[in-house]
């Protein structure tokens, strides 16, 4: 049962529209919590209002860090830098040591190097993983030599949303700064000549509670009422410095997709949700952590699918097959992609990045940056989060993350064609009588995924029943995907409770380690994390104390996905009507 999406409807997103919204967003810097966001997010709630939406603008206490001025001496000179959001501040008269080069700054460099007490010079933007490694190490500080002449702003924070008691002591205990390329290269060039240099960093960091808003646009659907099921569409409000693009594009796809979709409410089957979110750049996306916490039952009874959006319509971001979906809804990214873009979608997983806040809920996601610039093998500071490898995309624009950002950078077509993507997903979200959620292609994935397992590690872990209760998910979920197409309307609320119950099941599984009600780290994680001890038995030797301690990890793990298997597998059986007798 799918919902046909009209030319009619595609063809009446408004490039000139878009534009005009982009021209409000050029005015305000929008960093989370300062007066100029609340001021352009009033534009956005009138307009939003405009179309029909039930708008409610929400104050809440969110843990916030501002950068502020920044620079390096060296031997006299004084080297040009951005600090980072969540980086200590130096002390007034700066920050004095002994700076060591370590490269990559991989997890070997620094097992082998004592930087206690000192700087360390590492390759690469500033990131959580690399800040969370120099204060284990007792580094005091740290510099990062950016790819480019740009310097690019970055949340360091491990912690995803605001800290709680226990994971406070987790935040960065080093200052951190990023400088340009031939800045990086110069310091390289003293310590060859100088191997006890020692630089002086400065560096101001303004990191404290703050109220940050929140804008919550909801319509109804047919049903209506408190419990009616909706399509959750968010993106981040707060930027960097104007932040036109990232992540103007974006609110301003999201208001467009809105007004569109309520002109054609009459077809719609549930709810739609907009959210924009502060606390994204500045906050390790301490909105949308918030709203899941505060929110937790409502969402987990009634958010369906959680379409996320940044970045979209950069001049020169020609590639969207780059873009992510969990894999149950990896058949809608490939028929949206190749209807809207003429491309073919590579199957990338969901990132832990964007304000992917409610896995744990058990709500399933797609997307969330959507174009990129193609890959050329230059150097892309964006690329570092986008992910790396054999990709066709490459990262947005140079722009990225710096007060170049501006409204030069945009392209109305490609922002009409990146709307076009969430339109027409958010449409089939919305229209479609059963979701287009398929759990067979979830099984399929994990069952490559085990299969990646076994080829790392061997017999010397049996996993043969997660092997099997995936081979039974897909088997069921063929069964129900066959039984959808044959469905009438009066099947539809059976299946679609079906599908959202092994959501709850499932999703917590693929993309969570720690239990539903939790935030893991903000850092990457592999598909069913909670798998990692199984996967390090590759790195230690068989019958060491080091192999029994990842046996007993791997053996919960192993225990906590059969379940949820044998959950999934009940929810789809009891809607199939099969007997387990």
């Not at 004084?78 to 060591?100: M, N, W, Y």
């Not at 080093?174 to 002086?200: E, F, M, N």
């Not at 039952?297 to 097959?321: C, F, P, Q, Y």
Request: some cysteine; overall charge negative; glycine content about 10%.
């Amino acid at each position: 049962m799918k919902a046909e999406v009209p030319t009619s409807l595609i063809a009446a997103v408004d490039g000139p529209r878009m534009w005009r919204h982009l021209e409000e967003f050029a005015k305000w810097r929008k960093e989370s919590g300062v007066p100029e966001e609340l001021k352009s997010l009033a534009y956005v709630e009138e307009r939003m209002k405009e179309y029909g939406f039930d708008t409610e603008l929400i104050l809440h206490d969110a843990y916030i860090s501002l950068p502020g001025q920044a620079r390096v001496e060296m031997a006299g000179d004084t080297l040009r830098c951005i600090t980072h959001s969540f980086s200590q501040s130096a002390p007034a008269d700066g920050l004095k040591a002994e700076i060591v080069d370590l490269g990559s700054g991989s997890e070997e460099a620094f097992a082998t190097t004592d930087v206690r007490g000192k700087l360390v010079l590492v390759d690469g933007i500033a990131n959580p993983v690399m800040s969370r490694r120099a204060s284990l190490a007792g580094a005091v500080g740290q510099v990062h030599v950016s790819p480019h002449e740009h310097v690019h702003e970055m949340c360091i924070s491990p912690v995803w949303g605001s800290p709680t008691y226990d994971t406070a002591g987790n935040l960065p205990s080093t200052v951190v700064v990023t400088v340009p390329l031939d800045a990086g290269t110069a310091i390289r060039d003293k310590l060859r000549s100088s191997p006890d240099l020692a630089l002086t960093v400065y560096a101001d960091v303004d990191t404290r509670w703050r109220k940050t808003p929140i804008l919550v646009c909801d319509m109804a659907g047919p049903a209506g009422g408190a419990d009616e099921p909706f399509v959750f569409f968010t993106g981040h409000h707060d930027t960097w410095y104007y932040g036109v693009m990232d992540n103007g594009g974006a609110n301003a796809t999201m208001m467009e997709v809105g007004r569109v979709c309520a002109e054609n409410r009459g077809k719609w089957q549930r709810g739609l949700r907009i959210v924009f979110w502060s606390g994204h750049s500045q906050g390790r996306y301490s909105g949308s952590t918030w709203y899941a916490e505060q929110n937790w039952a409502e969402l987990e009874k009634r958010a369906l699918v959680h379409v996320n959006v940044d970045s979209t319509g950069g001049k020169g971001n020609t590639v969207v097959a780059d873009t992510t979906a969990a894999a149950e809804l990896r058949n809608l990214a490939v028929e949206t992609l190749r209807e809207q873009a003429g491309q073919d979608f590579t199957n990338r997983r969901m990132a832990r990045a964007g304000d992917q806040s409610f896995w744990g809920i058990g709500v399933s996601a797609i997307y969330g940056n959507m174009s990129e610039q193609p890959a050329t093998g230059e150097a892309n500071a964006s690329a570092a989060v986008f992910g790396g490898g054999n990709r066709l995309g490459h990262g947005t624009g140079w722009w990225w993350h710096t007060p170049d950002d501006l409204l030069d950078k945009m392209d109305e077509k490609i922002l009409v064609r990146d709307t076009n993507i969430y339109l027409h997903t958010v449409w089939r979200l919305l229209a479609d009588p059963i979701l287009p959620l398929d759990w067979a292609e979830h099984g399929r994935y994990l069952q490559s995924e085990l299969g990646s397992i076994v080829q790392l590690v061997g017999d010397r872990f049996d996993v043969t029943e997660l092997n099997e209760g995936a081979e039974r998910l897909i088997g069921l979920a063929e069964r129900l995907n066959a039984a959808i197409a044959q469905a009438g309307e009066d099947d539809a609320d059976r299946f679609n409770e079906a599908l959202i119950a092994v959501s709850r099941a499932l999703v917590p599984l693929d993309y969570t380690e720690c239990d539903r009600f939790e935030q893991d780290p903000a850092i990457n994680a592999p598909p069913y994390p909670s798998l990692r001890p199984v996967r390090l038995l590759a790195s230690v030797e068989p019958g060491s104390d080091d192999e029994k301690f990842l046996f007993v990890g791997a053996t919960r793990a192993r225990n906590r996905i059969a379940f949820g298997l044998r959950q999934a597998a009940a929810h789809i059986e009891q809607a199939l009507g099969v007997s387990r007798g």
